[in-house]
């Protein structure tokens, strides 16, 4: 829950950012790092950098990375510590969890993809229509995003489950859906912000007609800050996956998401304290670095 | 003994270098003008000698002598006694030198509060009379008021007072009128120049102007790429410059340089641009506010035709309704052989004041060129190429300039740019707005030329907009003067500039600086 809650904040303030920036390109959208004069990058964004890459190479050939079944269990082996055969330690019935761990980075990833890709685009399309049209349109588009706003993330997400019925797919839609709103504030504010520029006034001024003007300059310009956004919505939204698959909403066991593998070593928090703990601590640095490279994005498009 | 003794400064920014090892006095009770381009290294210095860099520039070398301390060894810290005591700095822009959320007077008083001068009641009192001293009339409610509240001349003036609360020996003023009207400008300058004779203070004047400088120091010292290229009296470097560099600077300053009037006679062909009784209102919370009021000229075909005034006189507004981005409330515009709707931009195009703004950022130059003939559809693809290249010879750029994006340009260049889209079209009508007031004098100079080079060959008829009657002496056949939105006083260059008949005319080219010392 407060995964969600503290996603919309986040949002929010980089929301408020977003309206100081200057110019903005796709082109200048790079990792840029602080120390740009001395050309060292930052150690911070190298980690960064780091963890995502080591968990999207799980999620792609997560028998690089262990021998262990993720889904069978052995036994003999329930509730071990970490050792150096089991880096995780071993759950209930057995399973090696740093297995389960690896394996379940591919329904994590893909599930924030699905919502990221879900935000991004509708929120984009809401708020550059709502910023391009004005009007009647824009009050209307930005008052039914004020509604988005006003409901609790999780609540919006459970009640598009409750609609959608549950599933690793649903979870991605519905958690998407809620970062609809963030979004399409953020497109819009940009776009209205190009939009007063003199050189939309001079494109127009050199006899551009509006769909033109808008694909050739309006849209390109206004994209920096949204790309930032989206980086920072995939850390939130594998937060907010794990969330629901925590409550069990999300995949059915024994699938090794990462949520369910939280809510099911739970009931051994007391005397396996690896079983929440190790995947937690994933989560965690997932979602940390994913903000960390948005914040370098941000900062790039300035 | 100097007041101010720089001996071999040199200041880098990142390792790259901005001052590269420069050396000048500042004598007490003395104006010292420090002019040059933009990049120069002037405002550097300025910053130097307050210990305000901007984050990453490192003092590398050389001495800052106040009296007999060395300031560039100095901390932070200890600058900040020295700074507003010792050293009174008039900051550039006063839009932004203000806190906005605090009252005026508290604001001047802080200058006290923080060195320790005075109770609350003593403050006050040299609050409200450094405001009358600065020529803000009824000081006791400007102390109360907020910046926002007051004019740009106003601000500026509360920030002399700032400058000049703790009596200091030095005042620092960093292009303290670029951003005024030249009426405001004037009054200002004279201002400084009041509070030198009454306090004894010096003054480092860094300015672009170099008409401001000529008219307003006793020495000058002209700066280019770090160094200092001439210094010296400042009558002996305008009359007989040194430097070729210098010889330049004073060439293309457009108030210093004496030029025939432009003369054009009828062609016959009739005008170009008629405006009649223009009207323009603009709702400022429950009052209209007519920003044009009953504006009529009309412009011949191949001239140019100058509306000239200050901030908040509708020449903007009229060239917006000219070219068509704002309609009038009532009167008219009309553009012989333009045609209505969106063709209307093939006939008349607008180059806007701020090259860095008004050209799309993730364009490149050709792309940016290109638009317009796409927009219309002129040619083919291999003949838009043709027409781009063509253009950009045009406008003096070089070959490899399509390829480059915006940021990577000068200003000169961007406007350029600007120029070669406008053209693209094959318009008969520019409107000029501002089109070279954010430019570097010498760079000016040579978008003038350029402007009336293209005039010449392709028969264009201009519409400059500009508050700067020095470039509009230069480039203009005929001239409106305006005035809370009227049109005070029109005519030809010459009969504006000879025979004034308006008092705000005369006003106007009274505050021309000259060189009069």
Same mark, same amino acid.
Request: proline share 6%.
């Given at each position: 829950m407060s995964g969600i809650r503290t996603g919309k904040l986040l949002a929010g303030k980089f929301h408020a950012g977003g309206l100081r920036l200057r110019t903005v390109g796709l082109r200048t959208v790079g990792l840029r790092t602080g120390r740009r004069r001395t050309g060292r990058p930052e150690t911070g964004l190298v980690l960064a950098v780091l963890v995502i890459a080591v968990v999207v190479l799980w999620a792609l050939v997560p028998g690089l990375f262990t021998a262990h079944d993720p889904i069978a269990g052995v036994p003999a082996e329930k509730l071990r510590a970490p050792d150096a055969r089991h880096l995780f330690g071993t759950d209930a019935v057995g399973r090696d969890l740093f297995a389960r761990v690896v394996h379940g980075s591919v329904?994590?990833?893909? $599930?924030?993809? !699905?919502? !990221?890709?879900?935000?991004?685009?509708?929120?984009?399309?809401?708020?550059?229509?709502? $910023?391009?049209? $004005?009007?009647?349109?824009?009050?209307?588009?930005?008052?039914?995003v004020d509604v988005l706003l006003s409901v609790p993330g999780l609540l919006l997400a459970l009640t598009v489950i409750i609609l959608l019925g549950p599933g690793t797919v649903n979870v991605a839609i519905a958690v998407g859906v809620g970062s609809v709103a963030a979004f399409a504030r953020l497109a819009r504010s940009e776009v209205v912000r190009v939009r007063r520029t003199d050189y939309v006034e001079a494109a %127009?001024?050199?006899? $551009?007609?509006?769909?033109? !003007?808008?694909?050739?300059?309006?849209?390109?310009?206004?994209?920096?800050?949204? !790309?930032?956004?989206?980086?920072?919505? %995939?850390g939130m939204a594998i937060l907010a996956i794990s969330t629901l698959g925590f409550l069990g909403y999300g995949a059915e066991p024994p699938t090794p998401e990462w949520g369910l593998l939280i809510s099911e070593g739970r009931n051994y928090l007391a005397t396996s304290w690896w079983l929440t703990t190790l995947p937690g601590a994933v989560v965690v640095a997932v979602v940390l670095a994913a903000g960390r490279i948005s914040r370098s994005i941000g900062r790039g498009t300035e | 003994m100097s007041l101010l003794d720089i001996r071999d400064l040199a200041v880098s920014y990142g390792g790259r270098p901005a001052l590269r090892g420069i050396s000048f006095t500042v004598e007490p009770e003395e104006v010292v003008a420090l002019v040059g381009e933009?990049?120069?290294?002037?405002?550097?210095?300025?910053?130097?000698?307050?210990?305000?860099?901007?984050?990453?520039?490192?003092?590398?070398?050389? +001495?800052?002598?106040?009296?007999? #301390?060395?300031?560039?060894?100095?901390?932070?810290?200890?600058?900040?006694?020295?700074?507003?005591?010792?050293?009174?700095?008039?900051?550039?822009?006063?839009?932004?030198?203000?806190?906005?959320?605090?009252?005026?007077?508290?604001?001047?008083?802080?200058?006290?509060?923080?060195?320790? *001068?005075?109770? /609350? +009641?003593?403050v006050r009192r040299r609050v409200v009379e450094l405001l009358a001293r600065v020529g803000l009339p009824d000081p006791e409610t400007r102390a109360r008021q907020y910046p926002h509240e007051l004019s740009g001349g106003m601000r500026q003036r509360v920030l002399i007072a700032i400058a000049i609360a703790l009596e200091p020996e030095l005042i620092i003023a960093d292009e303290p009128t670029s951003a005024l009207d030249v009426t405001v400008q004037r009054r200002v300058l004279d201002l400084i120049d009041d509070l030198r004779a009454e306090f004894g203070t010096a003054v480092l004047?860094?300015?672009?102007?170099?008409?401001?400088? #000529?008219? @307003?120091?006793? /020495?000058?010292?002209?700066?280019?790429?770090?160094?200092?290229?001439?210094?010296?009296?400042?009558?002996?470097?305008?009359?007989?410059?040194?430097?070729?560099y210098t010889a330049r600077l004073l060439d293309d300053a457009p108030a210093l340089s004496a030029r025939d009037f432009r003369t054009a006679g009828s062609d016959g062909r009739g005008p170009a641009i008629v405006v009649r009784d223009l009207v323009k209102e603009f709702t400022v919370g429950r009052h209209a506010f007519r920003a044009v009021d009953g504006v009529s000229f009309e412009v011949a075909r191949g001239t140019t035709h100058a509306l000239v005034g200050e901030s908040g006189s509708g020449k903007t507004t009229t060239a917006r309704m000219v070219a068509r981005f704002a309609d009038?409330?009532?009167?008219?515009?009309?553009?012989?052989?333009?045609?209505?709707? +969106?063709?209307? @931009? @093939?006939?008349?195009?607008?180059?806007?004041?701020?090259?860095?703004?008004?050209?799309?950022?993730r364009q490149s130059v050709a792309e940016i060129v290109e638009e317009p003939l796409r927009n219309f559809r002129l040619g083919d693809r291999a003949a838009r190429r043709t027409r781009v290249a063509e253009l950009l010879d045009r406008v003096a750029l070089p070959a490899g300039t399509g390829t480059r994006r915006p940021r990577e340009l000068s200003?000169?260049? /961007?406007? *350029?740019?600007?120029?070669?889209?406008?053209?693209?079209?094959?318009?008969?009508?520019?409107?000029?707005?501002?089109?070279?007031?954010?430019l570097d004098v010498t760079v000016q100079a040579q978008i003038l030329g350029l402007l009336e080079e293209l005039q010449r060959d392709l028969g264009l008829t201009y519409l400059f907009i500009s508050h700067d009657l020095a470039v509009v002496r230069q480039i203009s056949h005929t001239v409106s003067v305006m005035s809370e939105g009227r049109i005070v006083e029109s005519g030809t260059t010459r009969e504006v500039f000879t025979g004034p008949r308006h008092p705000y005319t005369r006003e106007l080219l009274a505050a021309i600086p000259e060189p009069v010392r």
């Open positions: 329904h994590s990833l893909s $599930g924030a993809f !699905v919502a !990221v890709t879900v935000g991004l685009l509708l929120g984009t399309l809401l708020g550059s229509l709502a $910023g391009s049209a $004005g009007g009647l349109l824009d009050d209307a588009i930005m008052r039914l %127009f001024g050199s006899g $551009g007609r509006y769909p033109a !003007v808008l694909w050739r300059h309006v849209l390109p310009n206004s994209l920096g800050p949204v !790309v930032a956004l989206a980086a920072l919505q %995939f | 933009s990049g120069s290294g002037k405002s550097t210095t300025a910053h130097a000698i307050t210990g305000l860099l901007p984050r990453g520039g490192t003092v590398d070398g050389g +001495r800052i002598l106040l009296g007999d #301390a060395d300031l560039a060894s100095w901390s932070p810290r200890r600058l900040e006694s020295v700074r507003g005591t010792r050293i009174g700095l008039v900051p550039q822009d006063p839009a932004n030198s203000l806190n906005p959320v605090k009252t005026v007077g508290a604001q001047i008083g802080e200058v006290f509060r923080l060195h320790g *001068r005075g109770d /609350r +009641r003593t004047l860094v300015t672009h102007d170099l008409g401001v400088a #000529a008219a @307003r120091s006793d /020495r000058l010292v002209v700066m280019k790429d770090g160094l200092i290229e001439e210094r010296g009296p400042t009558a002996a470097v305008v009359a007989a410059p040194g430097a070729a009038p409330a009532s009167g008219t515009v009309e553009i012989p052989g333009a045609e209505p709707g +969106r063709l209307f @931009r @093939r006939h008349v195009q607008l180059v806007y004041q701020n090259p860095y703004g008004s050209l799309d950022p200003g000169g260049q /961007r406007q *350029r740019v600007a120029i070669a889209r406008a053209l693209a079209a094959g318009p008969e009508v520019l409107v000029l707005d501002e089109a070279v007031s954010a």
